[in-house]
Structure formats: structure tokens, C-alpha cells
């Protein structure tokens, strides 16, 4: 019995090493089509997963908390921009006169949009850099930290 319980213990133990082994590993940026992929271990994770585990980092969340600041105006001017493009094509395919200027100003809205929107993604992708950063930081063993230097003749360098 006491092996028993021994084993059970000891399979729990390492599927739970295993567990929060997975959380912490660093985070992958690729270029996919038109958008990014994200991966964590080799496995594909989503966006709301990846703004789960940047959530759990202080700095990391410090970044995505400056980059929803330009969520809101780049949201509200792509919608605006659209509405507006959309609005005149309705008019013709209906059989009245479209003013097409209307459409010429959604187009504007649109083009105002991206900026917002790249400084979003540019904070969110900063965010995830700050995050593997912390994760390399904190692996780095405590023999590594120490301080020496080295006389050079061009310059004093210091090692840490």
C-alpha cells in the first residue's frame, strides 16, 4: 500500500513539475500572412492565451496597459472610415446618386487609423519582449552574477 501511494505521489508530483514548467516559457513572434502567430513551447497559442500570460508579468502588463491607449481611437476611426466608404457604394447599388466624397473622407479616416493601430501592435510586441526578458533574467543562476574587471589599455571593462 505504502508503494502505492508512493508512485501515486510521486506521478503527481511530476505532472505538476511539468505543469508549471510549461507556464513560464518564452514567447515566439512569427510573421503569419498578414498578421503574427504566437507560440509558446513550440505550440501555437491565441491572442487571448498570450494576453493572459503577459497579464500575470507587472512590466509586461505596464506596456499592453500603454498600447490600449491607442485601442480606442484606432477602433473608432476604422469603423468611421468604413461606415463612411460603405455608405455611398449602398447609394448606387440602391439607384440614387452617391456622393463620392463621402467615401474619399472614410478613406482618410482609414489611413488616420494605422498609425494607431502600429502603435498598438508595437506595444503589445514590446510587452512580449519585456516578458521574455524577465523570464531570461530570472534563469540566469546566482554564480553568473559576479562582478570583476579587466584593465585593457584602451578602457577599463567591467564584467558582470
Known sequence: MKTYLLL??????????FAFAQAGGEIIVQKKGLGFAYYQHGNQISKKQ??????QHPEARQELQKGQRNS????????????????????KLTGYQPNWL???AGAS?????????????KRGHQAIYVYNEGLRYAKRPDK????GYAYNRASLV???
Open 50 to 55: 498570450l494576453l493572459h500570460i503577459l497579464d
Open 72 to 91: 480606442f481611437p484606432a477602433t473608432a476611426l476604422t469603423y468611421a472610415g468604413g461606415l463612411l466608404i460603405s455608405y455611398p457604394m449602398s447609394r
Open 144 to 147: 553568473d552574477l559576479r562582478v
Open 8 to 17: 501515486l505521489l510521486l506521478g503527481l508530483s511530476s505532472v505538476l513539475n
Open 109 to 121: 479616416l482609414l489611413t488616420f487609423s494605422i498609425p494607431f493601430a502600429g502603435a498598438k501592435m
Open 158 to 160: 567591467f564584467t558582470f
Open 102 to 104: 463621402v467615401s474619399g
